[in-house]
Nanobody, 125 residues
């Protein structure tokens, strides 16, 4: 059974940092695109960052230069380092995996098969 367990959310003040983690079980995430999405109340779920099997990363424009996605293949875990947080980053964050090899990592949530349960990030001004 495939499971993604995301954690690390919390409440911080603007300008602060958080590290989210996502531990995968039931499949080897190194063979697939992995990503982080977020969803704020009343808004669509949007891709924040993704990382390819070759380690290359891509980011939403809104987080470029502030967030860093990484993975540890030995631990089957991916991370999202979030710096310089703003209230606009407040959302439920979800890790996701495509479940199949792709030439490039997709942006659409519809292309991701596996999802974590979500971890809340709240940034106060």
């Amino acid at each position: 059974q495939v499971q993604l367990m995301d954690s690390g959310g919390g409440s911080v003040q603007a300008g602060g940092s958080l590290i989210l983690s996502c531990a995968a079980s039931g499949f080897t995430h190194s063979g697939y695109c992995m990503g982080w999405f977020r969803q704020a109340p009343g808004k669509d779920r949007e891709r924040v960052a993704s990382i390819h099997t070759d380690g290359s990363a891509s980011y939403a424009e809104s987080v470029k230069g502030r967030f860093t996605i990484s993975k540890d293949n030995d631990k089957n875990t991916q991370y999202l380092q979030m710096n310089s947080l703003t209230p606009e980053d407040t959302a439920m964050y979800y890790c996701a995996g495509t479940g199949r090899y792709l030439y490039s990592c997709p942006v659409s949530r519809n292309d991701y098969t596996y999802w974590g349960q979500g971890t809340q990030v709240t940034v106060s001004s």
